[in-house]
């Protein structure tokens, strides 16, 4: 009887725990910054730095670049760049021409290192 009182705490301790672990996890997903365009951009620009291999693996080890994945996020960010012309804050334009340079430059400069 004493074990299995034992054994009904433990499971208790279990489940309690999971939904401890549950909630912070709804929480985090509730603190996320809202999503707007710039958050977008920048995402896209993240996405890009990951293809150069600027940006550390979650599990640290050396990522490689891939060149044409990175020139299909600039080119990705051109389009939408083009489509939303006139519809976008004075923000909103600086922030995608400069990730656009900042994203061709840092191409150029990839392509020059491979060669």
């Known amino acids: 009887m004493v074990e299995e009182n034992s054994e009904n705490q433990g499971q208790q301790q279990d489940q309690n725990q999971s939904e401890r672990q ?22 896209m620009h993240h996405n890009a730095m990951v293809h150069f291999g600027d940006t550390p693996s979650p599990d640290g080890e050396e990522r490689s670049a891939n060149l044409v994945l990175a020139r ?17 804050t004075g923000d ?20 020059k290192e491979q060669s």
């Open 22 to 43: 549950s909630q912070s996890q709804s929480q985090r997903q509730t603190e996320l910054p809202k999503m707007d365009f710039s958050m977008f951009v920048l995402s």
């Open 72 to 88: 299909q996020t600039i080119d990705l960010i051109d389009v939408i760049s083009e489509k939303t012309k006139g519809n976008l």
């Open 92 to 111: 909103e334009e600086r922030l995608i021409e400069h990730v656009l340079y900042d994203l061709r430059m840092r191409y150029v400069e990839a392509v």
